[in-house]
């Protein structure tokens, strides 16, 4: 159970990181140099969010190196994909 805690602790606070990113906007909304830095911390709250389901599961945690690979040919033309898969995979290499 510690380990969901831990996570479920990651994944709150990077929930206040995108909450404090966006600020009163809507997520499709942002531009410019505020939309990478939510979309980096959607990632992270998306990653953990998953790290969360397999642990309390018993599965094992999804791999950091590879998350988001189903995204990588987005990643080649997109600074928000690459901001995105970015951020799931530092959240995950910090657990």
């Known amino acids: 159970m510690e380990r969901v805690a831990r996570i479920?602790?990651?994944?709150?606070?990077?929930?206040?990181a995108l909450t404090s990113a966006a600020g009163d906007d809507s997520l499709c909304t942002l531009a410019r140099?505020?939309?990478p830095a939510?979309?980096?911390?959607?990632?992270?709250?998306?990653?953990l969010g998953d790290a969360l389901r397999?642990?309390?599961s018993g599965a094992a945690l999804p791999d950091s190196d590879s998350w988001g690979s189903q995204w990588s040919h987005l990643m080649h033309r997109d600074s928000s994909w690459t901001a995105y898969v970015r951020g799931g995979r530092e959240a995950?290499?910090?657990l």
Do not use: I, P, Q
Request: glycine content about 4%.
């Open 33 to 35: 140099e505020r939309l």
């Open 92 to 94: 995950l290499t910090h």
């Open 8 to 16: 479920a602790a990651a994944r709150a606070a990077a929930l206040d």
């Open 54 to 56: 397999a642990s309390r």
């Open 38 to 47: 939510a979309k980096y911390h959607e990632g992270a709250v998306a990653a």
